[in-house]
T-cell receptor, first 116, second 114 residues
Framework: AQSVTQPDIHITVSEGASLELRCNYS??????LFWYVQSPGQGLQLLLK??????LVQGIKGFEAEFKRSQSSFNLRKPSVHWSDAAEYFC??????????????FGTGTQLKVEL | NAGVTQTPKFQVLKTGQSMTLQCAQD?????MSWYRQDPGMGLRLIHY???????DQGEVPNGYNVSRSTTEDFPLRLLSAAPSQTSVYFC?????????????FGPGTRLTVT
């Protein structure tokens, strides 16, 4: 069964500092990997995705993530955090659009706080 | 193009009552899903559908029913609400075949069962 682990429940960074949110997954085949962001009281917005090709993927809002198959990781990074990045971030893994309904398994989320 | 819409935004039920959470999408997506979000547990899949007339159970299906009579709509029914169903519910849709399978989420329905 597929699973996702986000080991950091809360992270606090200063505005302007760099950010890395960790994500480890367990999946038997080539995974489809996603990072979503959720602002308070809002739905989920896709930040970026990986399914093949270049292992460093760029997303919206200046975020990037690197797929490392040997470490089963898909960590999210941003070089300089803005106060508006404060939100909850979810990593998710799926079988892709032809994989049985594109079911996603989510991690438990990382709450990001940005100090001014 | 409204994307994925959900109604109502908020709902309070008493134990034992029934209700239907509505979900609609206007992107002609084949796949639709329902998730519940609880603190510290991320999002968990309740039911999903790969097309009109086809539904299947996800990780936490007990207490919920779904049907898919049209491509656009995917309602979630609570037959007899329980306090354990207090949660935020999200509907999502995605394309089948091609693409990357990314899911588009609705704004959510916050349900409280007393």
């Amino acid at each position: 069964a597929q699973s996702v682990t986000q080991p950091d429940i809360h992270i606090t960074v200063s505005e302007g500092a760099s950010l890395e949110l960790r994500c480890n997954y367990s999946y038997g085949a080539t995974p489809y990997l996603f990072w979503y962001v959720q602002s308070p009281g809002q739905g989920l917005q896709l930040l970026l995705k990986y399914f093949s090709g270049d292992t460093l993927v760029q997303g919206i809002k200046g975020f990037e993530a690197e797929f490392k198959r040997s470490q089963s990781s898909f960590n999210l990074r941003k070089p300089s955090v803005h106060w508006s990045d404060a939100a909850e971030y979810f990593c998710a893994v799926g079988a892709g659009p032809t994989g049985g309904g594109n079911k996603l398994t989510f991690g438990t989320g990382t709450q990001l706080k940005v100090e001014l | 193009n409204a994307g994925v819409t959900q109604t109502p935004k908020f709902q309070v039920l008493k134990t034992g009552q029934s209700m239907t959470l509505q979900c609609a999408q206007d992107m002609n997506h084949e796949y639709m899903s329902w998730y519940r979000q609880d603190p510290g547990m991320g999002l968990r899949l309740i039911h999903y559908s790969v097309g009109a007339g086809i539904t299947d159970q996800g990780e936490v299906p007990n207490g919920y029913n779904v049907s898919r009579s049209t491509t656009e709509d995917f309602p979630l029914r609570l037959l007899s609400a329980a306090p354990s169903q207090t949660s935020v519910y999200f509907c999502a849709s995605s394309r089948s075949g091609g693409g990357t399978g990314e899911q588009y989420f609705g704004p959510g329905t916050r349900l409280t069962v007393t």
